[in-house]
Every structure is written in C-alpha cells, then in structure tokens.
C-alpha cells in the first residue's frame, strides 16, 4: 500500500492562508535529510503539533488504538494520495471550535432547535437506536493533512478523517447490548455526511480541497485488548459526498483460529518459524504475532520473541535463526518487525521491510 520510503526531507514550517479565504493554505520553511529512516512512509512537513492532539493522547495512550487510529487512516489515505507526491503533516484544519460543534453532545441539551450544535455529529435529540435513548456514538475525531510541493511551498491538497465511534448511553456508560451492524452503518454514513457538509458550510478555504472521511469503531477495551478497527470510508470532492465503502480491517493475532481462517498460508509459515526456533532454543522460547490486516491482505505484522538467553552467543546464535527465518519463509512480502526479550528486557530488534531483507540490531553490547 505505502510505496515510497521515507528518505526525503523534513519541512520545518508555519501555516499561513488558513482564514476565511478561499485559497488553499500553504506552507514553507527550511528542509532536513531523513535518509536513516526505513520502511514505506510518506515524506513529511512539520506545521507544529495537531488541534486535537492533547485530548486524543489522554484517551488513547493506554490503548492500542493510538497507533492502530494513525497508521490504518495514513494506509487508507495512500489511495488517494500517493505517497510519491503528497506530504504528511499533523492535521491543523479544524480548530478547538470546530471539534466542539462536531462532537458536542450534552444529554437532553442538544436540541434540533439549538443553532449551536446544527452540525453535531451526534444523534438528534429525541432520537433512540436499538432501543438506546439519545445515546453518545462520536467519540473523538483525528485529522490528517496532506500536501504537494509547488516551487519552495507547500499546498494543502488533500485531508483525510477519522470519526471514531464507540457508542454509550446519555450519561457516557458503556452499553450492554452491542448495536447492530444495519444501525452502525446507517449513523456512519449519515456522520460522513455531515461532517463534510460542515466543511463545505463552514470552512471556506477547505471547501475545495478533497477529503477522505472514515469511520472507525473503537475497541473495548474492558473486553479485548485486541485494537478496534475501521469499518467505512468514503472519498468526497467537488462539493460531492462519495459512496460510502465497507473497510475490512482486522487486526490479528498469531497463531489464532481467525488467523488460520483468514490467511492460512502466512498461519503456517508463522508456524513453522516458531517451531523451528523453539528447537534451536536450549530453553523455553515463545513467539507472539500480531497483523493488521486490510480488505484481507496482510499490511504489517509485529512478532514478540521471548527467551530464556544465558550468554551472549546464545543471543546471537537464536536472534540469527529468527531472522534466517523471517527473512525467508514467509511468502507473502510484508513489513515485519521483532522485539526479542530475554528475562523481560529487550535485547535485539529485527525488522524487515517489504521488499527487503531482514536486518537485526542488538541492543545490549
């Protein structure tokens, strides 16, 4: 999905043109060499720290979803924006005013007659689904802002959303009875609409820049410790909502009976590397795998290696067969990366990116 590496430059710059005019914003400043960076990443610009970061960080940073959130929406994103010639910044388009009358939802409060919240992404007042009273279903939304390089500045030239659901009751507790997927997906592709009509309405000098704008529902994470995942997308410009389109994204852990379903032939490979280190270990050894997977092709997968290692030839005798091993018995090509850890401390780290081969650094010299 992601192409091209990031081996480019840093802009070091400040939004300017971001008012009411209709021109879209620019950017410019001086540029820094990123050339130790490996993997399939956009190149990027710094327009200084995200509107929404600071809430989103005390939500998620005890989640997975932290990360899951970003890297799904920038895949996504590649769709549209080739990472050839967009840029990646942190999204700045929608101030703190902008979140409060897109995610505001006070109860009984929120009223169809009262202006302020015309544009919420919540349900209307008075409203019940699945048998749940004016419920909370916006969590939280993440931005994304994606430029092009024209001469020395840069454009805003595309945006991508993350409307992240998790419903509740009026007053915020969890619900008992999981809403169905019929209810899930008609509040999705009715938020999508809103949020771009917001755009279109009240951010004039976005109104012609294209946007990407998904749903993502978040993990519960009194019940699973697995990340929650997106579930719709839908790509809108010139003034037009696109069709919204189902996302099957699915974080899986190996070796599960989910795995083994959806992608036997990686299940067996993962399998056979765990075997064959298991027998080159002179002690217990455990692999764990997690994947995320996107309309049922593998993107990534991140393997924990625990080992009971006594000297520092046996790290590097069991880290090398690891490594033979992720380097060359997987079929499918795709970005791996290993933690090994001997008595819970980290002692190496192999990473593999796609299309490359495996290369391991060992922490403790």
Do not use: W
């Not at 409203?127 to 939280?140: A, F, R, S, Y």
């Amino acid at each position: 999905m992601m192409k091209k590496t990031l081996s480019a430059v840093v802009a070091l710059c400040i939004l300017t043109g971001c008012g009411g005019s209709s021109k879209a914003p620019t950017s410019k400043g001086s540029t820094a060499s990123t050339e130790s960076f490996t993997g399939d990443y956009y190149n990027m610009i710094n327009t200084g720290r995200g509107t929404n970061s600071e809430n989103f960080y005390l939500e998620f940073s005890n989640t997975k979803d932290l990360v899951t959130i970003g890297s799904g929406l920038q895949i996504l994103s590649t769709s549209h924006y080739s990472t050839s010639s967009y840029y990646l910044a942190e999204g700045r388009q929608l101030n703190n005013n902008d979140l409060s009358q897109l995610l505001k939802r006070d109860g009984a409060n929120v009223k169809k007659e009262d202006k302020q919240y015309n544009y919420t992404l919540q349900v209307e007042h008075g409203n019940t689904l699945d048998g749940v009273k004016d419920p909370i279903m916006v969590d939280n939304l993440t931005e994304q802002d994606y430029y092009k390089k024209s001469g020395t500045k840069y454009e805003l030239s595309g945006l991508s959303f993350a409307i992240i659901i998790d419903p509740r009751t009026e007053d915020n507790k969890k619900i008992d009875k999981k809403m169905s997927d019929a209810t899930i997906k008609s509040f999705s592709n009715t938020a999508i609409k809103k949020l771009y009509e917001y755009i279109q309405k009240k951010k004039k000098s976005l109104k012609d820049i294209p946007c990407l704008i998904t749903i993502y529902q978040a993990n519960d994470n009194e019940k699973s410790e697995i990340n929650g995942n997106y579930i719709y997308q839908a790509y809108c410009s010139d003034g037009k909502v696109g069709g919204m389109s189902r996302v099957v994204h699915e974080n899986v852990t190996f070796t599960s009976s989910r795995a083994k379903a959806l992608d036997p032939t990686t299940y067996a490979d993962f399998s056979t590397i765990k075997d064959v280190v298991k027998k080159s270990s002179t002690e217990a050894a455990g692999l764990v795998g997690e994947a995320q997977y996107i309309n049922k092709t593998i993107q990534s997968m991140k393997i924990t290696a625990h080992f009971n290692i006594k000297t520092y030839t046996e790290l590097l005798y069991i880290t090398s067969v690891l490594a033979d091993h992720i380097g060359n018995k997987f079929t499918s090509d795709f970005t791996v990366k290993c933690l090994v850890y001997s008595q819970d401390k980290l002692m190496a780290v192999i990473i593999k990116n796609k299309g490359e081969s495996a290369h391991t650094t060992i922490i403790e010299q």
